[in-house]
């Protein structure tokens, strides 16, 4: 699954918490980002966190403290724990990989692969 494959959005109250999965695999001994993004209708997609291969994590100032990310490479998914929720945390929530190199497949290398997204909605 090239693609990456969002699950884990719901409905939950402020204050309340909600642990995103993004699964993909392929792109066997290549190196690469993992991001989620957020975006609301009319605004743009917004950064909210990354993970990169060799597990170097960013986060946006919006959501540190309160997100954590994280992967299991042998379940070759990527986690989101959302954590204190907010009204303003309402969003659908996309995954991308992001390829930085694919010795094995240079064409790859820089490409974006996005999910269909999953939607969070924050009642307060």
């Known amino acids: 699954q090239v693609q990456p494959v969002e699950s884990g959005g719901g409905s939950v109250q402020a204050g309340g918490s909600l642990r995103l999965s993004c699964a993909a695999s392929g792109f066997t001994d290549c190196r690469y980002e993992m991001s989620w993004y957020r975006q609301t209708p009319g605004a743009e997609r917004e950064f909210v966190s990354s993970?990169?291969?060799?597990?170097?994590?960013r986060y946006a100032d919006s959501v540190k403290g309160r997100f954590t990310i994280s992967q299991d490479n042998a379940k070759r998914t990527v986690y989101l724990q959302m954590n204190s929720l907010k009204a303003e945390d309402t969003a659908t929530y996309y995954c991308k990989r992001h390829v930085i190199t694919c010795p094995w497949a240079t064409q790859l290398n820089g490409m974006d692969y996005w999910g269909k997204g999953t939607l969070v909605t924050i009642s307060s």
């Open positions: 993970i990169d291969s060799s597990g170097s994590i």
